[in-house]
């Protein structure tokens, strides 16, 4: 039965898009265990991508438990570098940013969580 179900194309364009810089973030995923260690021993990194403008950017950890500091230092660069605040985050239901630090991190803050559906990266195709 599973293998005989219909399963429609995902669209080519989101039909949400932020009108502004840093309004909607996409995250990744956090990509490592690298087999090579870097001058400053990372072995992980992480990256978030700005909806409106494409830019990425890119923060290697030594940890994967490092994901909340990651995104920590993303938001506080990025909010004063455009003078504008984070609205939404979206991100996949990994276990990275769906923790209660993270969640109250980001109700403190005024972060509004976006979650995909597991193991659909369609659902976050700026990513």
Known sequence: ????????????????????????????????????????????????????????????????????IGFKKFKVIVEKEAGVFIKALRTDRGGEFTSHEFTTFCEENGVHGQLTTPYTPQQNGVS
């Open 1 to 68: 039965m599973i293998g005989k179900q219909h399963r429609d194309t995902f669209p080519q364009k989101s039909t949400w898009e932020s009108s502004y810089i840093i309004h909607l973030v996409h995250y990744s995923d956090i990509c490592g265990l690298v087999n090579l260690i870097s001058n400053s021993s990372k072995r992980y990194f992480i990256t978030f991508t700005d909806d409106f403008s494409r830019k990425i950017w890119v923060y290697f950890l030594s940890e994967k438990s490092e994901d909340i």
